[in-house]
């Protein structure tokens, strides 16, 4: 099982943070992607300058015979259309797609890191994925996501917040 994660805290030419959620999970639903779960849509605090728009995010569970490599790559293409911009780091965007897990692998090589190395911090990151796959266990760590997030400090716990709007895909 590959674990993906998808932010926005910018509106695109074409809509606002939700609709740059629908839109990027419509693009990654080719044939060489199989979407299987969806999570929720969560909302978090901007970080590190929470003066910035709220985040919105989704874990996706997907299936792809893609290599890693070759996802960051369908990837940047889907963020390109969704008009991110790359600048300084942690800076608002329409688009950022990230690879959790990919099927449990240990890549650490200077084009991809994975397990995502900051995964197991980011309450924006383990509440959606427990939401599609409360029994997994990160691979480098092996640790269980109920032990990640209990590990994540009071103030990360209790500045997620999971909205009623969800992601839907036509199959």
């Not at 074409?14 to 969560?42: H, Q």
Request: proline share 6%; charged share 25%; aromatic share 8%.
């Amino acid at each position: 099982m590959i674990y993906i994660n998808i932010g926005s805290n910018l509106s695109s030419t074409s809509g606002d943070r939700f609709y740059n959620l629908k839109k990027s999970v419509e693009l990654l639903n080719i044939k060489n992607i199989k979407i299987l779960k969806i999570s929720r849509i969560y909302e978090t605090p901007s970080y590190p300058n929470k003066m910035n728009p709220k985040f919105l995010n989704i874990c996706l569970a997907l299936e792809s015979k893609e290599k890693p490599e070759s996802l960051i790559k369908i990837f940047n293409a889907v963020e390109k259309k969704l008009q991110r911009k790359r600048g300084f780091k942690n800076q608002p965007r329409t688009c950022d797609i990230d690879i959790i897990d990919y099927c449990g692998k240990i890549i650490n090589s200077n084009k991809i890191i994975v397990p995502h190395p900051r995964a197991h911090l980011r309450s924006f990151v383990l509440y959606p994925l427990r939401e599609i796959s409360p029994d997994w266990i990160h691979p480098l760590l092996n640790k269980k996501i109920e032990f990640l997030i209990k590990k994540l400090n009071f103030k990360l716990r209790n500045e997620i917040t999971r909205l009623n709007e969800s992601v839907m895909i036509e199959q």
